[in-house]
């Protein structure tokens, strides 16, 4: 027989194409950055389709900065307001893309 099952997903945030990045980095990003600043590791990770907008929604254009660019930019603003001499900052990131099971 045909046997089919309902499956059921549940989504913290679903956006559409008019959503902007800075919205996107606030509700999806900007508190990671609490932790990064407690010493905690981070990461973003972004999945789907060809062409559904992920390198634009993580990197961004000039007048539109995307997630990772939003994400640095906050943690050297904070990091400069910090400065307390007790810490010593140091700030290690990596980005890639796996496109067809091959990181590019």
């Known amino acids: 027989g045909n046997r089919t099952r ?7 945030y679903v956006f559409d194409a008019y959503t902007s990045q800075e919205e996107i980095y606030n509700l999806t990003t900007r508190n990671l950055v609490d ?4 010493g905690f590791n981070a990461t ?3 999945y789907g389709a060809t062409g ?12 539109t900065p995307g997630i990772m660019v939003l994400t640095l930019k906050d943690l050297f603003e904070r990091i400069q307001h910090i400065r307390n001499a007790e810490y010593e900052y140091k700030v290690t990131f990596n980005y890639l893309e796996v496109y067809n099971e091959n990181i590019r």
């Open 35 to 38: 932790g990064v600043l407690e």
């Open 6 to 12: 309902e499956k059921k997903y549940a989504f913290d």
């Open 44 to 46: 973003v990770f972004s």
């Open 52 to 63: 559904a907008g992920k390198t634009y929604t993580m990197i961004g254009d000039t007048n």
